[in-house]
């Protein structure tokens, strides 16, 4: 009997190491400091039905306006959104919103609200809420609010029954409100005039964190009024300090500057990748700001145009992976479609890489999305709404797939397969691999401007106004 209770005993605690090494978080934008959208979790739900509720765990009522992705670490899902959803009478009006839910049955937990900036729509777009996704390290949760603000929360909210500081003036204090434990106002302590919004979704590597500014024109779409305010930062995490900053692009933005920045140890050599509103791509030492490379997206004698031309903004992230960066330029969507380029850059050179830089080049229409790259094939999908399969090493395309709408999000993958969403509402699955196979076609009754992801075995679809848990109950 005691050899039996041992042998069962040894049995459970087997099962539940195999259930922890493949339960796995996803706790920022792209999931891992490199920005690849690929999780290595199996077993995960390609077919479901809403109307019936079959393989819908929960769904969560948000805004109505919700970009990014999903955030999940410690039990929690994270989303931004805006105030449509109204859940405090004392916080009415138009917001952007930090939601917290419970990551097992979707119970709404806390909310941190900001209010918008006086200055309007050439700052902080009215409706749009919070792009930001944000990022999780222990019980810390990292923003960049509508109105340019890094903040940190503690991810209890005020649930624990206390305070973080040094921040602790809160305008509400109550179960279901954010707890603020410091704030780097961008537009105060350095000059940053975002344009239309500040979108960037923090990066956390140790104890740095790493933004875009979202520093841009005014509302003639031409001026950059404070070309030599920062571009990207790096701050300490632990106190919100700056570490260091770099006006890079300086007064050569296009328009805005709305991407995310990336990290990755490349040929031994650590990077923190940022994507400039002029098109360039920058590489900096982490700890330090030193630049180490640049890279023009654009190709020679393209022009801006305010739009209409052939030069385009870097608004998807950046992806590490192995000793390149991938990355496809674009603009604001409002901008239409129009042509673009999808590059793959040697990260081991130096100084300025545009003519000895370029592994590869695909043509490729003006896209806003990430790419995924999963067993030597990248995935890449353009604002038209054209999905591309492309040989790794060579660029080559292998297949396409047309949505027939536009895409906000990007592709995820994820157990074989490959998820994407588009501006009809509808998400689409296909097999990951060299051979075009459709899977799985559902619409959502609503737009997708996010990005799909899993966190510990459950598939999070995110549209602009509610959050869809979707796993086997």
Not at 26 to 48: C, E, F, H, Y
Not at 76 to 86: D, P, S
């Amino acid at each position: 009997m005691r050899m039996s209770g041992l042998s069962i005993l040894f049995g459970v605690l087997i099962v539940l190491l195999k259930i922890s090494l493949l339960a796995e978080d996803w706790p920022m934008w792209g999931g891992k400091p490199g920005r690849n959208m690929v999780s290595n979790a199996t077993k995960i739900l390609d077919s479901w039905n809403i109307k019936k509720n079959k393989n819908i765990r929960w769904i969560a009522e948000i805004g109505s306006q919700s970009y990014g992705n999903p955030t999940i670490a410690g039990g929690k899902v994270f989303i931004g959104t805006n105030n449509q959803r109204l859940r405090n009478p004392k916080e009415s009006g138009d917001r952007g919103v930090i939601m917290a839910f419970n990551e097992s049955d979707g119970k709404f937990l806390w909310q941190m609200t900001h209010t918008k900036l006086k200055s309007g729509r050439v700052n902080d777009w009215p409706e749009q809420g919070i792009c930001s996704s944000p990022a999780v390290a222990g019980n810390r949760l990292y923003y960049v609010s509508n109105r340019a603000e890094i903040v940190a929360l503690d991810t209890e909210g005020f649930q624990d029954n206390d305070n973080d500081g040094p921040f602790v003036n809160e305008d509400l204090v109550t179960k279901e409100s954010g707890d603020v434990v410091w704030k780097y106002d961008m537009m105060d302590e350095m000059g940053v005039f975002p344009h239309n919004l500040a979108t960037s979704s923090p990066l956390l590597v140790g104890d740095l964190l790493f933004v875009n500014t979202s520093n841009g024109t005014d509302e003639s779409h031409i001026n950059v009024p404070v070309p030599r305010a920062p571009s990207f930062l790096a701050v300490n995490r632990l106190n919100g300090k700056l570490v260091w900053e770099s006006a890079a692009p300086g007064n050569m933005v296009l328009h805005g500057q709305w991407s995310s920045p990336a990290f990755g140890k490349i040929n031994g050599r650590k990077q923190v990748i940022f994507a400039g509103g002029d098109g360039w791509l920058y590489s900096f030492d982490p700890p330090s700001g030193t630049l180490l490379w640049k890279f023009d997206c654009n190709p020679k004698g393209s022009e801006w145009k305010n739009g209409r031309g052939d030069r385009n903004n870097l608004i998807g992230t950046p992806v590490v992976y192995g000793n390149n960066v991938y990355i496809a330029v674009g603009q604001d969507p409002e901008h239409g479609e129009g042509i673009g380029h999808l590059w793959a850059v040697d990260g081991t050179k130096s100084g300025d890489i545009t003519d000895k830089g370029a592994i590869w080049h695909h043509d490729f229409r003006r896209s806003v999305s990430t790419v995924a790259i999963h067993q030597n094939i990248l995935y890449a999908v353009n604002f038209s709404g054209f999905f591309h399969a492309l040989d790794l090493k060579t660029g080559n395309l292998l297949w396409e797939h047309d949505l027939l709408a536009a895409v906000w999000g990007s592709p995820f993958v994820v157990d074989g397969k490959v998820f994407i969403g588009d501006e009809d509402g509808d998400l689409v699955i296909l097999k990951a691999g060299p051979n075009k196979d459709l899977i799985f076609e559902t619409n959502f009754g609503n737009t997708l401007y996010s990005t799909p992801v899993v966190a510990n075995g459950i598939l999070y679809v995110m549209t602009r106004s509610h959050l869809y848990a979707i796993g086997n109950k």
